[in-house]
Each structure stands twice: as C-alpha cells, then as structure tokens.
C-alpha cells in the first residue's frame, strides 16, 4: 500500500461507525439502493424520517410498480426533488422485474447495469449488501484520504483524481469502515475547520504533520 494508507485506514476503521441510521441495520439489497437513492442530495437525518415507512410501503422492487407515480411521489415529498426520485425509481424497478425476476441482483457489475445507479451506488450497495470490496469514493473518502495520505485537500473534481483513485483501489472494503470513514469525516475531518488536534491520526496524516512542521 502506498505509506501511510493502511495505517490511516487501520486506525479510523477501528473506530467503527460512530452514527446511527436506520439503513445501516439493513442488509437485504433493495433497502440499502432505496437509502442511497434517498440520500443523493439529502440530509441523511431528513432521509431517516422517511425511509423506513417508504420502505414498509414498498418492501420489494415490484411493490412500487402496483400503484400510481403519484402515491410514489407523495411518500417522497418530504425529501424534495420526489418527481426525479419517483421516476428514477420507477424505471431501475422496471428495470429489476425485466431483468431479474424483481430481485435487487447482488454484484457490482449487475447493479451498475441498473438504470439510475452510478459508480458509488452500485460500489456502496455491493460493498454493504453483498459483502463485495469494491473501490468507492465520495467527498467524505475523497477528503480524509486527500488530506491524510496524500497532504491535500482534495479537489472538486475529485471524481476524477487518478491517485485517489489508487488509494482506495487498494484497501480492502467492508461496511463498518465505509461507515467509520464517512463518520469520521462528518466529525473530525470536516470540511470547514477539521478538529485535528483532538484527531487520533494527527501523528500520521501528511496535511496536519506538514502544516505544523
Ligand atoms: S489531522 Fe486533521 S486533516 Fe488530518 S485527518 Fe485528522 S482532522 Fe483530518
């Protein structure tokens, strides 16, 4: 691995996940892509009022085609941009009953073939609900190992960064370090004013030691 990665992933991976939602319980994969689906763009605690009773309405992917867009929406108000999300939803579930019988296939590959599910979707549902390593990045990835391994903020366009991309090609995914990164990032390396001197790898990360030296 390359210096300092596996001890940065070693030690904010050991600190588990530090926040409670109420997909993070779920594993069957139609829960965890509706999740995604409802955080692109939304406060995961404004998602977490709405998902688990979207889900007991529409438990499989077929349970959202039996009803009208408009029921579909209604559920989704809430959360803002429901008509996008009510009609991106309609056509992966058409997409799961044409294609897999309405079952969530459980493969990286085969998620990503589904419409509307990108690069993190099918890498974040592969990784929690399918137990598969799959390279991921997001802006809170992106930001602590931009600043930990490489001394860097990450650019905007991180999306596109190739020695990111390196870096997380390389660490071997789970679900409790997907979600110990992404809590570590809300809490400690935030965006705006990262708390580094209370950071349980300030000794080790490359953007705090090169600042103070
Ligand atoms: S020392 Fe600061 S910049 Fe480095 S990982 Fe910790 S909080 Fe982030």
């Known amino acids: 691995m390359i210096g300092g990665l596996s001890e940065v992933v070693g ?4 600190l588990g996940p530090r926040r409670w939602w109420p997909w993070r319980s779920r594993v069957d994969p139609w829960a965890v892509l509706i999740a995604e689906f409802l955080l692109i763009q939304t406060d995961a605690f404004k998602v977490s009022l709405t998902y688990e009773g979207f889900l007991r309405r529409f438990p ?10 408009g029921e579909v929406e209604a559920m989704l108000k809430p959360l803002g941009l429901y008509r996008q999300r ?11 009953r044409d294609n897999y019988d309405c079952r969530v296939p459980c ?25 598969e390593s799959k390279p991921i990045l997001d802006t809170n990835i992106a930001r602590v ?13 991180y999306m596109s ?6 870096l997380v090609r390389q660490v071997k995914w789970n679900k409790e370090l997907l979600y110990s990164i992404i809590d570590f990032a809300s809490e400690v390396c935030t965006a705006r004013n ?3 001197t209370q950071c349980p790898i300030k000794n080790i990360c490359k953007y705090h030691t090169g600042k103070v030296m």
């Open 11 to 14: 030690v904010v991976g050991g």
């Open 161 to 166: 960064d190739k020695e990111l991309w390196m």
């Open 145 to 157: 190992l931009s600043r930990a391994v490489l001394g860097r903020n990450p650019s905007r366009r």
């Open 60 to 69: 499989t992917p077929c349970s959202i085609l039996e009803v009208g867009q």
């Open 194 to 196: 990262p708390k580094c």
């Open 107 to 131: 493969s990286y590959s085969e998620l990503r073939g589904i419409p509307g599910v990108g690069d993190y979707i099918a890498a974040a549902v592969a990784i929690v609900a399918c137990g």
């Open 86 to 96: 009510a009609e991106r939803l309609r056509r992966a579930a058409e997409y799961i």
